[in-house]
């Protein structure tokens, strides 16, 4: 079974500064996927940003950027010029090629000060 | 709005008792995806239906049943409740070639 692990459970960032959330996940396959969803107050799950295994190349949406390293197995997710707005439970989420399910870490709450 | 539709978004019920949860998927959207949100165990898999047909199974009791109908709306079954089935239940769904899905808001279930 893969596990996704997230060892912050907190992180508080200052508004327009940059905060870096950990994940590290298990897996014996080589072509999976991984996210980052965004879980605010309103408790709705809001994908931020997806990579696929094979893409060397980092994936990027506007603030937010990840570091693959694939070896390593860690995926962490990089907010840049952090607004209030960021300020939500952030999970990490593993999906293999040959299976649909969604496995999470636990989460990490960012915290955004003004 | 995600296009992935849930209701109710709260329900209040006894121990003991039987809940529908529904979901509509985002037009085009075979595949339904429900998830269980609780303090103490995390978001975890429950169960998976595409075009009408299990398709995968997760973490889910035997207290527990859900099915694709042909409109492709999903419908999760929750009987015996107990306190512990308290949680948020989310629904999801995805294209048939996507590896991404789309989360409905969710449905709280408080079980007193």
């Known amino acids: 079974a893969q596990t996704v692990t997230q060892s912050q459970p907190e992180m508080s960032v200052q508004e327009a500064e940059t905060v870096t959330l950990s994940c590290t996940y298990d897996t014996s396959e080589s072509d999976y996927y991984l996210f980052w969803y965004k879980q605010p107050p309103s408790r709705q799950m809001i994908l931020v940003i997806r990579q696929e295994a094979y893409k060397q190349q980092n994936a990027t949406e506007n603030r937010f950027s990840v570091n693959f390293q694939k070896a390593a197995k860690s995926f962490s997710l990089k907010i840049s010029d952090s607004q209030l707005g960021d300020a939500a439970m952030y999970f990490c989420?593993?999906?293999?090629?040959?299976?649909?399910?969604?496995?999470f870490g636990a989460g990490t709450t960012v915290t955004v000060r003004a | 709005d995600s296009g992935v539709t849930q209701t109710p978004k709260h329900l209040i019920t006894a121990t003991g008792q039987r809940v529908t949860l529904r979901c509509s998927p985002r037009?085009?959207?075979?595949?339904v995806y429900w998830y269980q949100q609780s303090l103490d165990q995390g978001l975890q898999f429950l169960i998976q239906y595409y075009n009408g047909e299990e398709r995968a199974k997760g973490n889910i009791l035997e207290r527990f049943s859900a099915q694709q109908f042909p409109d492709l709306h999903s419908e999760l079954n929750l009987s015996s409740l107990e306190l512990g089935d308290s949680a948020l239940y989310f629904c999801?769904?995805?294209?048939?070639?996507?590896?991404?899905?789309?989360f409905g808001s969710g449905t709280r279930l408080t079980v007193v």
């Open positions: 037009s085009g959207d075979l595949s």
């Open positions: 999801a769904s995805s294209p048939r070639d996507s590896y991404g899905y789309t």
């Open positions: 989420a593993y999906r293999s090629k040959s299976d649909y399910k969604l496995s």
